[in-house]
C-alpha cells in the first residue's frame, strides 16, 4: 500500500501493517496516520505573529523536554533566552534587532569614540540611537520605549533591561541565568561606587579637619 503525508508532498511505499498506526514524515516530520488512501485536505498554515518572525525549532524543544524531570525546580531560571519563546506548537519567537552580547559590545565601543572629539563624539550620539532602537526590537517593546531612557531615575530602569534582560522580555516578562549574573554583577559595581564615593567624602572631610 502506498503512505502519503497529508502536509506535503511526500509518499511511499508501506506494508499492509502499517495501517492505522501513527508515523512521521520524513520530508516535513508531520505525524499522521497511515490510512488506505491519500487524504486530499492539507492543514492550513499556521497564523504567524505580527512583528516577529516564526521558526520551528523541534530539537531545540526536544533537548529541552529531555532535560525536565520530577526533582527539577519549576522556579529555576532557563539555561539560555531560546527556551523563554516557546509556543505549545514547538515554536521560537525570533524577535530580531539587538541581542544583550551585542549591546555590551557596542556600548563599549561606542565610549572609546565619545572620546573623540567632536567627530567622534557625534558617532557616538549616532551609534547610541541605533543600539537603543535595535534593543527595543530584540526586548519586544515599542521604539517610542527607548525614549524613556532620558527620564531622570527610571533610565536606571531602562538601561537594566537593556543590558540584562534576554530577547522578548516585553512578552515572557522572565530572566535566564545570564540575565540573573549581568543583573547581579551590575548592581555590585553600583553598590561599589556608593561606597567608594563615601569613603573618598568621609576621607576629605578628615583631612579638612586636620
Request: net charge neutral; charged share 20%; with cysteine.
Amino acid at each position: 500500500m502506498i503512505a502519503a503525508c497529508p502536509n506535503c508532498e511526500w509518499s511511499d511505499t508501506v506494508e499492509d501493517s502499517f495501517l492505522g498506526q501513527t508515523a512521521e514524515c520524513p520530508s516535513c516530520e508531520n505525524d499522521f496516520v497511515v490510512a488506505s488512501e491519500v487524504q486530499e485536505e492539507v492543514a492550513p498554515p499556521k497564523k504567524k505573529k505580527k512583528k516577529m518572525t516564526v521558526a520551528k525549532r523541534k530539537p531545540a524543544v526536544r533537548r529541552q523536554a529531555e532535560s525536565i524531570d520530577d526533582s527539577s525546580n519549576p522556579y529555576a531560571a532557563p539555561d539560555s533566552s531560546d527556551t523563554l519563546s516557546v509556543n505549545s506548537d514547538g515554536e521560537v519567537l525570533e524577535y530580531g534587532g539587538m541581542q544583550r552580547g551585542a549591546y555590551w559590545g557596542w556600548n563599549f565601543g561606542l565610549n572609546f569614540l565619545a572620546l573623540i572629539p567632536i567627530v567622534g563624539q557625534i558617532g557616538a550620539i549616532i551609534g547610541s540611537i541605533h543600539v537603543i532602537r535595535q534593543r527595543c526590537v530584540n526586548l519586544g517593546y515599542s521604539l517610542w520605549y527607548g525614549w524613556t531612557i532620558f527620564i531622570p531615575f527610571y533610565n536606571f530602569v531602562v538601561g537594566f533591561r537593556f543590558a540584562c534582560c534576554p530577547e522578548g522580555y516585553a512578552d515572557h516578562k522572565t530572566l535566564d541565568k545570564t540575565g540573573k549574573i549581568l543583573l547581579g554583577v551590575m548592581l555590585a559595581f553600583i553598590v561599589l561606587m556608593f561606597v567608594a564615593i563615601g569613603v573618598a567624602v568621609a576621607a576629605g572631610g578628615a583631612a579638612g579637619r586636620q
